[in-house]
């Protein structure tokens, strides 16, 4: 990725934006030119007034000889040779009217056929008008999805992008020379900032090695130093991270969600069952929560809000039993997707962390290739304390993927930075707000670009 060229990139498109923007309303000013030109009902009537015009003349041309040959018939009937003169003018008469007639046809034929060019013209210049607007509005679309993505990202680190520069700039603030003292502070300033401490340290002690640190001569230079570091130290960590969603490849995808309590594991579940209904997909949701008053009533109000079916056992019933339902309906009825909702449980409490294998196994036993998804919901606002909830559940069970809740009201964006060096889990999606769509797939690249471009002007 690279930090600067993210910034590059970023700075790049914006400048690009603006031709485009005046270029798409320059080609809907023509487009709308064009149309009003191009009335096909206007021009055709124009072209029938004029064809009436041409014939209505040449009728009365026709009529004009036609009283000058009668005139001329009375004239020569007074004389001697009366009757072959009549026979020849009488002649005459009857070639011109036939060559009248066919002037008439001639006239109407070009009619016709200067009415079905233009219609053919017409066609064709409406295509392309439709054909070049509905480019415009591809554009368009896809341009508007960018940039509501990106004002998501901004407007959802804002916090923390803040408390990031204040408290980086408040370390610099005190700068004297680059020495012992200097990365100590580095170091303290990057543990307040939720980055972690063995990601701390790391990203200090790889600093001391960088001659370029060493030779700079300003505040400037050294946060840009600084920051680089963070963001190269993050790419190095997560080559291999992929993350999407994994399906299976045939018959239902199951996902088990996994957290403690208060974290909004089944809202995520409700916002994610409306995302995969919204694309066409057939879902069902599991209420294998049966220990925390209320959450099955919730789940099924999600299940009501999203239009999608809920198994539900009652209240202390056992967990692997609504599994064991679930997912023998999603087999025989062909469901897409399965959603399951847990109990929220501690790290440190066995019996709970031995329920949720017993889940998993049941699970595996009807698919064998299932679950396709173990994600583990935290709250970004509960900081160091999400991190080490995530090294216990890891280490009790097959994590694939985090979900981060949450993250609009914290200051605390540096866990992406610890979940990913400590980790070496993916982050699948992130949370902005209560409402459905503020649950966005993780974007890394927007996500870098906003926490830290503040402290970076290019």
């Known amino acids: 990725m690279g930090l600067f060229d993210i910034f590059r990139r970023k700075k790049k498109q914006a400048d690009e934006e603006k031709p485009q923007v005046a270029n798409n309303e320059?080609?809907?000013?023509?487009?709308?030119?064009e149309e009003s030109e191009?009335?096909?009902?206007?021009?055709n009537n124009q072209d029938i007034d004029v064809s009436d015009k041409t014939v209505q003349e040449t009728e009365s041309d026709s009529n004009s000889d036609e009283q000058n040959d009668n005139d001329i018939v009375e004239q020569e009937t007074s004389s001697e040779n009366e009757s072959d003169v009549s026979i020849n003018e009488t002649e005459k008469i009857d070639d011109r009217q036939e060559e009248k007639e066919s002037l008439n046809d001639d006239l109407n034929s070009d009619s016709s056929d200067s009415d079905k060019n233009n219609h053919l013209e017409v066609s064709a210049d409406n295509h392309s008008q439709n054909k070049a607007k509905d480019d415009a509005l591809s554009d368009n679309d896809r341009s508007e999805t960018e940039d509501n993505e990106e004002q998501a990202y901004d407007k959802g680190l804002s916090k923390s992008r803040k408390t990031f520069k204040d408290r980086i700039n408040s370390f610099?603030?005190?700068f004297r020379k680059v020495d012992d003292d200097f990365f100590d502070e580095l170091e303290e300033t990057l543990i307040a900032s939720d980055v972690g401490f063995n990601t701390s340290v790391k990203i200090?002690?790889?600093?001391?090695?960088?001659?370029?640190?060493a030779n700079a001569k300003s505040r400037e230079e050294i946060q840009k130093i600084i920051v680089e570091k963070l963001v190269d130290l993050y790419d190095q960590e997560g080559d291999d991270q992929d993350n999407q969603l994994k399906f299976a490849e045939s018959g239902p995808t199951v996902i088990l969600f996994v957290g403690v309590n208060g974290v909004g594991k089944t809202t995520t579940i409700g916002k994610l069952a409306s995302k995969f209904k919204q694309e066409g997909k057939k879902v069902l949701l599991a209420a294998a929560d049966t220990f925390r008053a209320g959450a099955i009533e919730q789940l099924q109000?999600?299940?009501?809000r999203d239009g999608v079916e809920v198994v539900a056992l009652p209240e202390k019933s056992d967990p692997s039993a609504v599994v064991f339902d679930a997912i023998k309906k999603v087999k025989s009825e062909d469901y897409d997707v399965l959603l399951v909702d847990t109990a929220g449980r501690l790290q440190n409490k066995v019996n709970l962390m031995?329920?949720?294998?017993?889940?998993?196994?049941?699970i595996t036993r009807e698919i064998p290739d299932a679950p396709h998804e173990v994600l583990l919901v935290l709250d970004a606002t509960t900081g160091q304390n999400a991190m080490n909830q995530a090294k216990s559940f890891k280490d009790v069970t097959d994590v694939t993927g985090i979900v981060l809740t949450k993250m609009?009201?914290?200051?605390?964006?540096?866990?992406?930075?610890?979940?990913?060096?400590?980790?070496?889990?993916p982050v699948k999606f992130i949370g902005f707000g209560?409402?459905?769509?503020?649950?966005?797939?993780?974007?890394?690249?927007?996500?870098?670009?906003n926490l830290f471009k503040d402290l970076v002007n290019e």
């Open 26 to 33: 320059a080609q809907q000013s023509e487009l709308s030119a």
């Open 301 to 304: 109000e999600w299940g009501k």
């Open 408 to 425: 609009d009201s914290t200051a605390k964006g540096g866990i992406v930075l610890a979940i990913r060096d400590e980790l070496h889990l």
């Open 38 to 43: 191009l009335n096909p009902v206007g021009k």
């Open 172 to 174: 610099l603030a005190n």
């Open 204 to 213: 200090s002690d790889e600093l001391k090695e960088e001659a370029k640190l």
């Open 434 to 449: 209560e409402q459905v769509n503020d649950l966005r797939i993780f974007n890394s690249e927007n996500f870098i670009y």
């Open 354 to 362: 031995n329920e949720l294998g017993k889940m998993k196994r049941v």
